[in-house]
């Protein structure tokens, strides 16, 4: 451990790298450590993304790679931050293979777990077929036999959401009897059937659904199903290094973060989907950028005394 890295940047997907790219043209000493598990791994591709609408997410974070490559101050490294302890003013990170290294900041990137429902036949289904997000598979949905699996009032959200993209939609709640008349007169009044059966399998082959199967042992023929899957947080590294958790919309562990990207730890940073409300892409990419700008302020802070934070609240 004979470096002294100015920022250590945990994850490589797309709020990593995107904050990576900005130390590096800012000529920060950067570690990017990349475990390779970036959260929409199993997608086909990326929906509405500009510039890069449909294109798998392997083939943009290896573009990500290859940008990174051009700038002498960056270091990319494959491998899992398994542990980290604040140490003085600075902070030891160790990898599973024993190395330590050591930061002045580090940012947290290490994305989060997406956890859908325990249902057979999933496994193979999702990010292709049976997916959580309508803004980033629905136009490949569009116009075809589609479900949501979901309860009380986020199942009636789910399936309105999905009419936008097709008529010919069907809400099952499995089995839960927690619909209002209200809300059963609003799915009535946009053609959304509800399905009270229990579900006990989802059926397809080579990641396209054909059918839901009921408990009953009736079955429900559907292309695509859109399913509740909360986030919880893959890497217990935010905790060890002392940053506040919040429970959020949609995870009960999102790393707590203010208006700048800072955690409650000081000199630690937090981008992307582990501290985000709506996590996707898009949004990762910015936030790892804004997070960047901030950590290099952080910097000049240190060396210069120049107003930290920079708009010197």
Same mark, same amino acid.
């Given at each position: 451990?004979?470096?002294?890295?100015?920022?250590?940047?945990?994850?490589?997907?797309?709020?990593?790298?995107?904050?990576?790219?900005?130390?590096?043209?800012?000529?920060?000493?950067?570690?990017?450590?990349?475990?390779?598990?970036?959260?929409?791994?199993?997608?086909?591709?990326?929906? #509405?993304?500009?510039?890069?609408?449909?294109?798998?997410?392997?083939?943009?974070?290896?573009?990500?790679?290859?940008?990174?490559?051009?700038?002498?101050?960056?270091?990319?490294?494959?491998?899992?931050?398994?542990?980290?302890?604040?140490?003085?003013?600075?902070?030891?990170?160790?990898?599973?293979?024993?190395?330590?290294?050591?930061?002045?900041?580090?940012?947290?990137?290490?994305?989060?777990?997406?956890?859908?429902?325990?249902?057979?036949?999933?496994?193979?289904?999702?990010?292709?077929?049976?997916?959580?997000?309508?803004?980033?598979? #629905?136009?490949?949905?569009?116009?075809?036999?589609?479900?949501?699996?979901?309860?009380?009032?986020?199942?009636?959200?789910?399936?309105?959401?999905?009419?936008?993209?097709?008529?010919?939609?069907?809400?099952?709640?499995? #089995?839960?009897?927690?619909?209002?008349?209200?809300?059963?007169?609003?799915?009535?009044?946009?053609?959304?059937?509800?399905?009270?059966?229990?579900?006990?399998?989802?059926?397809?082959?080579?990641?396209?659904?054909?059918?839901?199967?009921?408990?009953?042992?009736?079955?429900?023929?559907?292309?695509?199903?859109?399913?509740?899957?909360?986030?919880?947080?893959?890497?217990?590294?935010?905790?060890?290094? #002392?940053?506040?958790?919040?429970?959020?919309?949609?995870?009960?562990?999102?790393?707590?973060?203010?208006?700048?990207?800072?955690?409650?730890?000081?000199?630690?940073?937090?981008?992307?989907?582990?501290?985000?409300?709506?996590?996707?892409?898009?949004?990762?990419?910015?936030?790892?950028?804004?997070?960047?700008?901030?950590?290099?302020?952080?910097?000049?802070?240190?060396?210069?005394?120049?107003?930290?934070?920079?708009?010197?609240?």
């Amino acid at each position: 451990m004979d470096e002294l890295w100015e920022c250590v940047v945990v994850g490589g997907g797309a709020a990593g790298l995107s904050a990576a790219l900005v130390l590096g043209r800012a000529r920060r000493r950067t570690l990017l450590v990349d475990a390779g598990l970036p959260s929409n791994s199993v997608a086909q591709a990326i929906g #509405g993304l500009l510039g890069h609408d449909r294109r798998p997410p392997a083939e943009l974070y290896e573009i990500g790679r290859r940008e990174l490559a051009e700038y002498p101050s960056v270091r990319y490294r494959e491998g899992e931050v398994v542990s980290g302890t604040p140490d003085g003013d600075r902070f030891l990170l160790e990898l599973a293979d024993g190395e330590q290294v050591a930061a002045k900041r580090v940012v947290l990137a290490t994305g989060m777990q997406y956890c859908p429902p325990d249902l057979p036949g999933l496994d193979t289904l999702w990010g292709k077929s049976v997916f959580q997000c309508p803004f980033c598979h #629905g136009w490949e949905m569009r116009d075809e036999r589609l479900a949501t699996l979901a309860t009380g009032e986020e199942a009636v959200h789910s399936a309105l959401m999905l009419r936008g993209w097709s008529d010919d939609v069907v809400l099952l709640t499995d #089995g839960a009897a927690e619909l209002d008349d209200d809300a059963r007169r609003r799915l009535s009044a946009a053609g959304v059937p509800v399905d009270e059966r229990r579900v006990v399998e989802l059926v397809g082959h080579d990641g396209q659904l054909s059918a839901i199967a009921f408990a009953d042992g009736g079955r429900l023929p559907r292309d695509g199903l859109l399913v509740e899957a909360p986030l919880r947080q893959r890497s217990p590294l935010a905790t060890q290094l #002392g940053a506040a958790c919040a429970e959020s919309g949609l995870a009960p562990d999102s790393v707590a973060v203010d208006d700048l990207h800072r955690t409650s730890t000081a000199a630690v940073f937090a981008a992307g989907d582990l501290c985000a409300e709506q996590p996707y892409v898009a949004g990762a990419i910015a936030a790892g950028s804004q997070t960047a700008m901030i950590v290099v302020q952080s910097l000049l802070a240190d060396e210069f005394a120049l107003p930290y934070p920079p708009d010197g609240e």
